[in-house]
């Protein structure tokens, strides 16, 4: 089967402008999720989505970042206006079931704002 | 809530050594732990993990890790390392009922030849 696709696998951006990122689950997997590593620092959670639903957006740093998913099929991450800090890479994860073993991740989208 | 540490942020190791990463977690409740490694310009790879009965796993590429609990530790261990080991590996942990992960902050494997 196709795995986790995630592009732009690279994005540059100038501070103020929007980004939207953009995950392709594999096919049949109702749970997909989202993490960011930040320079320097962990990966850390963002979001869940079950379906089309946002489960859990606990780890969303600000409202400046707006996820969906439309259909339950693909999502999209935008960030407007991007600041300098929301460089990093951008990981997507899926998973079939609701449990934390059988996550399969994507190679991620390495997002440079300057 | 869960916290990861990694204490080596970079480790580098000859060819065909033994290497240990190291990680240590905190946590309020029982948990599943987790290894990932990232290699150069490539996404997330699960090589491990634990979820119950015996406290060694073994992995893919020869990895193996053991769970103490009362150590609250889960170190990551190979025999003998390839160059085409060196990569970025990340403990995780994750609520038994819980459905995101806590990464630690990652330890950098260099194999020199």
């Known amino acids: 089967e196709a795995g986790v696709t995630q592009f732009p696998s690279h994005s540059v951006i100038e501070k103020g402008q929007t980004v939207t990122l953009r995950c392709d689950p594999i096919s049949g997997h109702d749970n997909l999720y989202w993490y960011r590593r930040v320079m320097g620092k962990e990966i850390k959670f963002l979001l869940h989505?079950?379906?089309?639903?946002?489960?859990?957006e606990s780890g969303m740093p600000n409202n400046r970042f707006l996820a969906e998913r439309t259909g339950g099929t693909y999502s999209t991450l935008k960030v407007q206006p991007a600041e300098l800090e929301d460089s990093g890479v951008y990981f997507c994860?899926?998973?079939?079931?609701?449990?934390?073993?059988?996550?399969?991740f994507g190679s991620g989208t390495r997002l440079t704002v300057v | 809530a869960q916290s990861v540490t990694q204490l080596d942020s970079q480790v580098p190791v000859f060819e065909e050594a033994p290497v240990e990463l190291r990680c240590n977690y905190s946590s309020s409740v029982s948990v599943y732990l987790f290894w990932y490694v990232q290699y150069p310009n490539q996404g997330l790879q699960l090589l491990l993990k634990?979820?119950?009965?015996?406290?060694l796993v073994k992995g893919i590429n020869g990895f193996e890790a053991e769970f103490n609990k009362s150590q609250t530790s889960f170190h990551l261990r190979k025999p003998s390392v390839h160059i085409s080991d060196t990569a970025e590996y990340f403990c995780a942990v994750s609520e038994i009922d819980g459905q995101n992960f806590v990464f630690g902050p990652g330890t950098r494997l260099s194999v020199l030849p």
């Open positions: 989505f079950v379906k089309e639903s946002k489960q859990d």
């Open positions: 994860a899926s998973s079939r079931n609701r449990d934390s073993y059988g996550y399969t």
């Open positions: 634990y979820l119950s009965g015996s406290t």
